[in-house]
């Protein structure tokens, strides 16, 4: 079995390429992070790709790339509880979206003036940030923002939900302290809905689990522990959160009153 460190990227999204058109679905892109970090010129190593369709179809995809990937390479598929699957490939994770909509989908859309929703954009408009909501094509060259939001919000260095966040912020488990987190890698503000909403629904935070919780704000910390501090300062979760051995010198610092505030 060849490695992923032999095989090339471009080659990989090639055979993605050649998978959807014999199978015959629609074309496949890649959104999440590396989309962001593309729009940003900050690509750097990718460890990780989040592929999607905007149908149901993508898991065939991925059941269907992993037959053909297994004749050259290490491969290993796994069908995951909530409907997506993931393929590894030394190194690399690609996770194949299960086309995630919220519920209520196309009624948020229809107040937002989107009437008749392509799939893609109930899928778009359902993740967490409009940084993240942005597709490129796999050959790495057209990119494009569903929402309209999020070439904006990146130059303007904002965490921005991409619906309502009393919607967003609650429709899976983790985004409150990955709005955290996201604020201290990228070195973004969080938007001011994002700040309004969890200062009145402080407990919205512990949706996530206490190891999730502890693993992100750590990642937080070790990003920028000045800025995370802050933020978990400014919206009133250190009480909710769980206080590992990294970041408790800066919630000693909290209890004094005496935390820095990033410049």
């Given at each position: 079995m060849i490695g992923i460190v032999i095989m090339k990227l471009r080659e990989l999204l090639f055979i993605i390429q050649a998978t959807q058109k014999e199978?015959?679905?629609?074309e496949a892109f890649i959104c999440g992070g590396v989309s962001r970090d593309k729009y940003m010129g900050r690509l750097d190593h990718i460890n990780d790709?989040?592929?999607t369709n905007g149908t149901n179809t993508i898991n065939y995809l991925s059941q269907e790339l992993a037959i053909k990937l297994k004749r050259k390479y290490n491969v290993t598929r796994k069908p995951m509880p909530d409907g997506h699957s993931t393929i590894f490939i030394g190194d690399l994770k690609m996770d194949f979206s299960s086309n995630f909509n919220v519920s209520e989908i196309d009624t948020y859309l229809?107040?937002?003036?989107?009437?008749?929703?392509?799939e893609m954009q109930k899928e778009m408009y359902s993740r967490d940030f409009t940084c993240n909501a942005?597709?490129?094509?796999?050959?790495?060259?057209?990119?494009i923002d569903i929402t309209k939001h999020g070439f904006k919000d990146i130059k303007a260095?904002?965490?921005?939900?991409?619906?309502d966040p009393s919607i967003t912020l609650t429709s899976n488990r983790n985004r409150v302290v990955r709005a955290i987190y996201l604020a201290c890698k990228l070195g973004f503000d969080l938007d001011e809905s994002?700040?309004?909403?969890v200062q009145?629904?402080?407990?919205?935070?512990?949706?996530?689990?206490?190891?999730?919780?502890?693993?992100?704000?750590?990642?937080a910390f070790d990003r920028?522990?000045?800025?995370?501090?802050?933020?978990?300062s400014k919206l009133n979760l250190w009480k909710l959160v769980p206080i590992s051995e990294k970041i408790y010198p800066y919630y000693e610092k909290s209890l004094k009153g005496k935390v820095n505030v990033p410049k």
């Open positions: 199978i015959k679905v629609p790709l989040d592929i229809n107040k937002l003036g989107i009437n008749k929703p392509s942005l597709l490129i094509d796999t050959d790495l060259k057209n990119i260095k904002k965490i921005k939900t991409c619906l994002i700040i309004s909403y009145k629904n402080p407990n919205s935070v512990k949706i996530s689990t206490e190891k999730s919780m502890t693993e992100k704000l750590n990642e920028d522990a000045d800025k995370a501090s802050h933020l978990l």
